[in-house]
């Protein structure tokens, strides 16, 4: 089993729909988690962090961890074709390193 | 916000040469950095950190004499590809961590390496 799971999609929505991105992770010792935006060819920029469980919201996204069933999501309200990207699930704990998830990419229709 | 410059963006090499990649910190002082590899709708792959004046820590596989990292100061590390070929054509993106808004990792622009 891998460290984290991210299901690579792809997902098309269209604009204006409620987006939501999940990873599921094995690792307990992971205590902060992260949900990276990727445009090609670009780093990754950083969304959401979080510490721990529970939830967070910035504008219109929200990042929610459930500790207890190794679970994290993303969701984007109001989703624009702007949000098309591929967005990055990554955790750390336990060492430095930032583990990711494989990427989902979105797509978002106007 | 904190803000990671790499350059080049984009660059060309001719199969034998080498190759460097600078990684700098404009706006904070980063403790560690690590730089990853990225093949096409693949995830990031680290392949080694970094400690300002401490000897880079490499994955496991990455050849440490192929892929030199320096990190000479708080601010720079610098990663060259020596004896390209054109398998070690790929996108490489660093990141530093050091206190920001928190403890956290910023990202690179990332470098696109082609060797011909």
């Given at each position: 089993?891998?460290?984290?799971?991210?299901?690579?999609?792809?997902?098309?929505?269209?604009?204006?729909?409620i987006?939501?991105?999940?990873?599921?992770?094995?690792?307990?010792?992971f205590?902060?988690?992260?949900?990276?935006?990727?445009?090609?060819?670009?780093?990754?920029?950083?969304?959401?962090?979080?510490?721990s469980?529970?939830?967070?919201?910035?504008?219109?996204?929200?990042?929610?961890?459930?500790?207890?069933?190794?679970?994290?999501?993303?969701?984007?309200?109001?989703?624009?074709?702007?949000?098309?990207a591929?967005?990055?699930?990554?955790?750390?704990?336990?060492s430095?390193?930032?583990v990711?998830?494989?990427?989902?990419?979105?797509?978002?229709?106007? | 916000?904190?803000?990671?410059?790499?350059?080049?963006?984009?660059?060309?090499?001719?199969?034998?040469?080498?190759?460097?990649?600078?990684?700098?910190?404009?706006?904070?002082?980063?403790?560690?950095?690590?730089?990853?590899?990225?093949?096409?709708?693949?995830?990031?792959?680290?392949?080694?950190?970094?400690?300002?004046?401490?000897?880079?820590?490499?994955?496991?596989?990455?050849e440490?004499?192929?892929?030199?990292?320096?990190?000479?100061?708080?601010?720079?590390?610098?990663?060259?590809?020596?004896?390209?070929?054109?398998?070690?054509?790929s996108?490489?993106?660093?990141?530093?961590?050091?206190?920001?808004?928190?403890?956290?990792?910023?990202?690179?622009?990332?470098?696109?390496?082609?060797?011909?």
């Open positions: 089993q891998k460290e984290v799971e991210q299901d690579p999609g792809p997902l098309s929505v269209p604009e204006g729909a987006v939501s991105l999940n990873c599921t992770y094995s690792n307990s010792a205590q902060y988690f992260m949900w990276y935006r990727q445009y090609s060819r670009k780093g990754p920029e950083l969304l959401m962090y979080t510490y469980s529970g939830n967070k919201e910035d504008g219109r996204f929200t990042a929610q961890v459930d500790k207890s069933s190794k679970y994290i999501s993303l969701f984007i309200r109001d989703s624009q074709p702007s949000d098309s591929t967005y990055l699930c990554a955790m750390q704990g336990g430095e390193k930032l990711f998830g494989k990427g989902t990419k979105l797509t978002v229709n106007p | 916000g904190a803000v990671v410059s790499q350059h080049p963006s984009r660059v060309i090499c001719k199969s034998g040469t080498s190759v460097k990649i600078e990684c700098r910190s404009l706006d904070f002082q980063a403790t560690t950095m690590f730089w990853y590899r990225q093949f096409p709708k693949q995830s990031l792959m680290l392949m080694a950190t970094s400690n300002e004046g401490s000897k880079a820590t490499y994955e496991q596989g990455v440490k004499d192929k892929f030199l990292i320096n990190h000479a100061s708080l601010t720079l590390s610098t990663l060259t590809v020596t004896s390209a070929h054109p398998e070690d054509s996108f490489y993106i660093c990141s530093a961590r050091g206190w920001t808004e928190y403890y956290g990792y910023t990202f690179g622009s990332g470098t696109r390496l082609t060797v011909v």
